[in-house]
């Protein structure tokens, strides 16, 4: 089951701060976060076990809320170089042959 | 440090030829995968190999294979290429299945595939 992202769009002024939701209709037990620059790979940013534990990258963190399934990430007085793809992807608890399902992600665009 | 290699970067095919996109990671990672990416449809996984000598299929295998030729390489083979399969492909790599497939994974640059 793909994971929800929210917005699927924003643009934000440098200094501004953002907040990209990703959501799971199934029990998760992890979230990973990349990003992806037009053209690029994905980079990886972090992964947020269950258990509430927030991480950081940067300015950049995230937060994974496990009784509603969610993971929110953060990105703080954003800079132009945060402008690009941002993806989800969700590894649910149940069975032994887990994989990463990915969201259709949320682009985000970082204006001076 | 190459990372994860990825050869062609691009490629026109025609309805109907066959291919072989290869994939190589300097990391000694256990796991390997093939995703590929459409507009607004993010990253689906095609197949993986949890580790040298196992592949699985993934959310959409159809048209495809894989072989796992060595701990170092993953191929995707497409037998009777289709215009649905123009795409960007991505190869990706992490160090190991165990724990429930919990490490990050590290991509290739992606092959940008056109069928005719």
């Known amino acids: 089951q793909q994971p929800v992202q929210s917005p699927q769009a924003v643009i934000l002024r440098e200094g501004e701060d953002a907040v990209i939701n990703c959501s799971s209709s199934?029990?998760?037990?992890?979230v990973h976060w990349y990003r992806q620059k037009h053209g690029e790979a994905p980079v990886f940013l972090m992964i947020l076990l269950k258990g509430g534990e927030q991480k950081g990258h940067e300015k950049i963190s995230a937060s994974f809320n496990e009784k509603k399934q969610q993971s929110s990430l953060y990105l703080t007085a954003s800079q132009l170089s945060y402008s690009g793809t941002y993806f989800c992807?969700?590894?649910?608890?149940?069975?032994?042959?887990?994989?990463?399902?990915f969201g259709s992600g949320t682009q985000l665009t970082v204006l001076p | 440090n190459a990372g994860v290699t990825q050869t062609p970067k691009f490629q026109v095919l025609k309805t109907g030829q066959s291919m072989t996109l290869q994939c190589a990671q300097d990391m000694n990672h256990n796991s390997m995968y093939w995703y590929r990416q459409d507009p607004g449809m993010g990253l689906r996984l095609i197949y993986y190999?949890?580790?040298?000598?196992?592949?699985d299929k993934g959310e959409v295998p159809n048209g495809y294979n894989v072989s796992r030729l060595n701990k170092r390489e993953f191929s995707l083979r497409l037998e009777s290429a289709a215009p649905s399969q123009t795409s960007v492909y991505f190869c990706a790599s992490s160090e190991g299945y165990r724990g429930g497939n919990n490490q990050p994974q590290h991509f290739g640059d992606g092959t940008r595939l056109s069928i005719l």
């Open positions: 190999s949890a580790s040298e000598g196992t592949t």
């Open positions: 992807g969700t590894l649910i608890s149940s069975g032994s042959a887990r994989q990463l399902t």
């Open positions: 199934k029990a998760l037990y992890s």
